[in-house]
């Protein structure tokens, strides 16, 4: 079964969830976090859904 992880954050919080981010993905994990992934011109609450 694939390690699959959604990450929210605040903007404030974005070097913080990014450097967790990074750590997951290291340690094998699947990281979706924005807006890293959604496509520019993209709904976000769409994108999200979808994952």
Do not use: T
């Amino acid at each position: 079964m694939a390690k699959r992880v959604f990450i929210s954050h605040s903007r404030s919080d974005k070097d913080f969830a990014d450097m967790i981010c990074k750590r997951l993905e290291s340690s094998g994990y699947s990281c979706w976090i924005a807006p890293r992934d959604i496509p520019y011109g993209n709904d976000w609450a769409g994108e999200a859904q979808c994952r």
